[in-house]
């Protein structure tokens, strides 16, 4: 769930709270592979002026931490036996 991600990067980023209106704008409780490039790039758009550029690098902190941190690779995985 993404719920569970966003728990994992607030604990390495205390203070960063404005992914939880992210989570909100996807319907919490939102699964993980709701956060695609399209999804975050709706959810800037609808942000204002003031708050879209902080937001911009708050949702790109957290996609490299997806990333680096395996998230996004458990969220699909593949070669799964059936």
Same mark, same amino acid.
């Given at each position: 769930?993404? *719920?569970?991600?966003?728990?994992?990067? *607030?604990? &390495? $980023? !205390? +203070?960063? &709270?404005?992914?939880? $209106?992210?989570?909100?704008?996807? +319907?919490? %409780?939102? %699964?993980?592979?709701?956060? &695609? %490039? =399209?999804? +975050?790039?709706?959810? =800037?758009?609808?942000? #204002? #002026?003031?708050?879209?550029? @902080?937001? $911009? @690098?708050?949702?790109? @902190?957290? *996609?490299?931490?997806? $990333?680096?941190? +395996?998230?996004?690779? @458990?969220?699909? !995985?593949?070669?799964? %036996? #059936?």
């Amino acid at each position: 769930m993404l *719920r569970d991600a966003l728990n994992a990067f *607030r604990a &390495t $980023r !205390p +203070g960063q &709270t404005g992914l939880d $209106r992210f989570e909100a704008f996807l +319907g919490a %409780p939102a %699964p993980l592979l709701g956060f &695609t %490039p =399209l999804t +975050g790039e709706a959810w =800037l758009r609808s942000l #204002d #002026d003031a708050e879209r550029e @902080a937001s $911009r @690098a708050e949702l790109a @902190a957290f *996609r490299a931490f997806l $990333r680096d941190h +395996g998230w996004l690779d @458990a969220a699909r !995985p593949v070669n799964v %036996p #059936d």
